[in-house]
């Protein structure tokens, strides 16, 4: 039930873009985008709904295939803010939304200059 | 506007001995979760509750962990007796409830959480 996240790291220069994918074996009601780095809270990133309503921070952008229940975080001309740990976290689809999330592992990005 | 607040940041025990975490959410959430993240893992899900009620509790090891949000704002977790691989940072969130919110999913958002070592 746990969703798979890739890549498990990554290692960038500043300006350099990435992606970080997770997908579910279940239907998906949203998706969650957190970073935490080390030692810190989860922050917020982003939420994408079924449906395609999408909530979230405004210089990152992320999409979600319903039919595939894979959703991808995507980092242009990266900064070295940009480090730390990602986590997707899925909300089945029961009907409605329960807020209780399942993690993935993370994908550890370094971002260095 | 406040964070989530959680107490103590850091908690070192003896296996087998009790422990006790804190937690306030942000003024006017209903909904307040615990979890449990090991190092180099994803927080995992022990509680949810629904203001005072418990929305989901599948993943709490009720032989040993407890939980209560008796006045449906604050709330403790324990831990009683401690195990060794109990040892990881318990995280408290908060999220407005979807009726309140009108939203249709939620952010929660994260305390700092408490490092727990057992020993």
């Known amino acids: 039930q746990q969703p798979v996240q890739s890549p498990q790291a990554v290692i960038l220069r500043e300006g350099e873009d990435a992606v970080i994918n997770c997908s579910s074996s279940?239907?998906?009601?949203?998706v969650h985008w957190y970073r935490q780095k080390h030692g810190e809270a989860p922050v917020f990133l982003m939420i994408?709904?079924?449906?395609?309503e999408q909530k979230g921070h405004d210089k990152i952008s992320a999409s979600f295939n319903e039919k595939k229940q894979q959703s991808s975080l995507y980092l242009t001309a990266s900064q070295l803010s940009y480090s730390g740990t990602y986590f997707c976290g899925t909300e089945r689809d029961c009907g409605g939304s329960q807020g209780n999330l399942i993690f993935g592992k993370g994908t550890k990005l370094s971002v260095k200059p | 506007e406040a964070g989530v607040a959680q107490s103590p940041r850091y908690k070192i025990i003896e296996k087998r001995q009790s422990v006790a975490f804190w937690c306030n959410p942000i003024s006017g959430h209903a909904t307040l979760y615990w979890y449990q993240q090991i190092l180099g893992q994803g927080p995992k899900l022990l509680i949810q509750?629904?203001?005072?009620?418990?929305?989901?509790d599948s993943q709490l090891p009720k032989d040993r962990f407890s939980a209560e949000r008796l006045k449906g704002v604050d709330s403790t977790l324990k831990i009683q007796p401690a195990k060794l691989e109990d040892s990881a940072v318990y995280l408290c969130?908060?999220?407005?409830?979807?009726?309140?919110?009108?939203?249709?999913?939620?952010?929660?958002?994260f305390g700092p959480g408490t490092r727990l070592t057992v020993l």
């Open positions: 279940k239907a998906l009601y949203s």
């Open positions: 509750f629904q203001n005072n009620g418990v929305v989901d």
């Open positions: 969130a908060s999220s407005l409830d979807v009726a309140t919110s009108g939203s249709i999913s939620d952010t929660q958002y």
């Open positions: 994408l709904l079924k449906g395609g």
